[in-house]
């Protein structure tokens, strides 16, 4: 419960702190997905920030489809290789890696209905903890990662408040193309 309590403030944090620079928009940046059945844009303020920490490289690939404070949706991924150091390269990374912790987050802000969808890693290490079945683990491809800007897909379930017990929301056709800030 702990991990979960962590990865819900670091999340919180990570989004507060991103949403904050709303002034900050990076051209030709672009993020979609089909959630539960509807194609969404997160292209404005879509980018990726990256950074490294006592020898932990951790990126961020982030975007909103409205600048609005009282209504948007915020989809966000964080991968880093805080569970062995290896380094973030191409290719596939799932919510069952035991080298990349990889976190998804889908946050709506709307008056009356303020909700948190997380999936990942400590989503699926609780799942298990709690011998729930993820049927759609959160999947995320990079094709190309370089300098300045990173493309990829994604695919997954998100779970209410990371709740693995309740219903997910779905996540499929998920496609980045971001520039890093």
Request: proline letters at 2%; a negative charge; one cysteine or more.
């Amino acid at each position: 419960m702990n991990r979960m309590l962590s990865f819900t403030i670091i999340t919180l944090l990570t989004v507060w702190i991103i949403s904050c620079k709303k002034s900050s928009s990076t051209p030709g940046s672009t993020i979609t997905a089909t959630i539960n059945g509807v194609n969404k844009n997160f292209n404005l303020m879509a980018k990726a920030l990256k950074g490294t920490s006592g020898g932990v490289t951790e990126i961020v690939i982030s975007g909103n489809n409205s600048n609005s404070s009282t209504s948007s949706q915020t989809l966000q991924f964080t991968l880093d290789n805080s569970f062995s150091g290896d380094s973030i390269t191409t290719g596939t990374y799932t919510d069952t890696s035991s080298t990349i912790n990889l976190t998804g987050l889908f946050a709506i802000n709307a008056p009356g209905n303020d909700s948190i969808y997380e999936g990942g890693s400590t989503v699926y290490e609780n799942a298990l903890y709690d011998s729930v079945t993820i049927i759609k683990h959160l999947t995320v491809t990079i094709i190309s990662f370089s300098e300045t800007a990173i493309t990829g897909t994604f695919s997954g379930d998100l779970f209410p408040f990371g709740n693995d017990a309740a219903t997910p929301i779905s996540l499929t056709n998920g496609t980045f193309n971001v520039r890093f800030e």
